[in-house]
């Protein structure tokens, strides 16, 4: 016969409370398995949760737009400075002869 886990209901309730922590999170953190922890939930009936989905990820704030976007941007020009001169020649061929348009930046002729 096996042996039951004592469950540190207390540890359990707060760590289910912490809605940026997803339920296998709070699974592994407890030491049981997903389904398990869905049946001690209703057992010490803990409040229900938030669509996983919607429990930890939020919209970005414009400020972490615009910090993403600086990010994206000093990643792009770092890569077009590391461009040999070849790779810059052909480019511009290859705008001059309507094969890609030119997004602005130094490669412009």
């Known amino acids: ?30 030491g049981v398995s997903g389904s398990h922890l869905t049946r001690l939930a209703a057992l010490y009936k803990l409040p229900e949760r938030p669509a996983e989905h919607c429990a930890w990820v939020t919209d970005p704030t414009p400020e972490e737009i615009a910090e993403r976007a600086r990010e994206c941007r000093e990643r792009h020009y770092a890569q077009r400075r590391a461009e040999g001169d070849e790779t810059t020649r052909t480019k511009i061929w290859k705008w001059n002869a309507g094969i890609c348009e030119p997004t602005g930046g130094r490669h412009m002729s």
């Open 1 to 30: 016969m096996k042996t039951r886990r004592k469950i540190d209901v207390a540890r359990l309730t707060k760590l289910w409370c912490d809605h940026t922590l997803p339920r296998a999170e709070v699974a592994r953190r407890v």
